[in-house]
T-cell receptor
Framework: GENVEQHPSTLSVQEGDSAVIKCTYSDSASNYFPWYKQELGKRPQLIIDIRSNVGEKKDQRIAVTLNKTAKHFSLHITETQPEDSAVYFC??????????FGSGTRLLVRP | SAVISQKPSRDICQRGTSLTIQCQVD?????MFWYRQQPGQSLTLIAT?????????ESGFVIDKFPISRPNLTFSTLTVSNMSPEDSSIYLC????????FGPGTRLTVL
């Protein structure tokens, strides 16, 4: 069935360091993997996504990698800044277009 | 990107009553969804709102408790029926064209 596991649940890094969040999915039919950032009291915002025909995608300081064989994908944030502090959710989608989300990672970037 | 609005933004309701949440998208989207987010938790999909037909509910959610309408491509409503304190949560509407966007959420407190 549809299930996506996300790790770690919390992550604290020093400003300027890199942060990596990993998700594992079980449904082989999954073909779309977005990442959302949610600041306190705000709605989730899409920050990057990747489709199953691509192994890696990068947008400035953020990148997502996908390993279809192992069924896992990761979010990489380089040169972290205090404004990167938020909760990040990975998502998993298939041809039904609905998204199932991971449990979330609370990222704290220490100045 | 689409802009999604929800009404009301928050409400406090008495046990046993019902609340209808409205979701408006500023452009046509192919799919609309309703999610629930408990404080500090992830996003849980309630149902897919289908235009002109009955919504498709996820496991654990039923139409009698969460009736959903979607009369056109840009508008949907979610009703939380016969509320109990366990229904206290944030309810988010989302729409998808190429990417999925979220509304600001409705914070519901049931006393």
């Amino acid at each position: 069935g549809e299930n996506v596991e996300q790790h770690p649940s919390t992550l604290s890094v020093q400003e300027g360091d890199s942060a990596v969040i990993k998700c594992t999915y079980s449904d082989s039919a999954s073909n779309y993997f977005p990442w959302y950032k949610q600041e306190l009291g705000k709605r989730p915002q899409l920050i990057i996504d990747i489709r199953s025909n691509v192994g890696e995608k990068k947008d400035q300081r953020i990148a997502v990698t996908l390993n279809k064989t192992a069924k896992h994908f990761s979010l990489h944030i380089t040169e972290t800044q205090p404004e990167d502090s938020a909760v990040y959710f990975c998502g998993q989608g298939d041809s039904s277009y609905k998204l199932i989300f991971g449990s979330g990672t609370r990222l704290l970037v220490r100045p | 990107s689409a802009v999604i609005s929800q009404k009301p933004s928050r409400d406090i309701c008495q046990r046993g009553t019902s609340l209808t949440i409205q979701c408006q998208v500023d452009s046509q989207v192919t799919m609309m969804f309703w999610y629930r987010q408990q404080p500090g938790q992830s996003l849980t999909l309630i149902a897919t709102a289908n235009q002109g037909s009955e919504a498709t509910y996820e496991s654990g959610f039923v139409i009698d408790k969460f009736p959903i309408s979607r009369p056109n491509l840009t508008f949907s409503t979610l009703t939380v029926s016969n509320m109990s304190p366990e229904d206290s949560s944030i309810y988010l509407c989302s729409g998808r064209y190429n990417e999925q966007f979220f509304g600001p959420g409705t914070r519901l407190t049931v006393l």
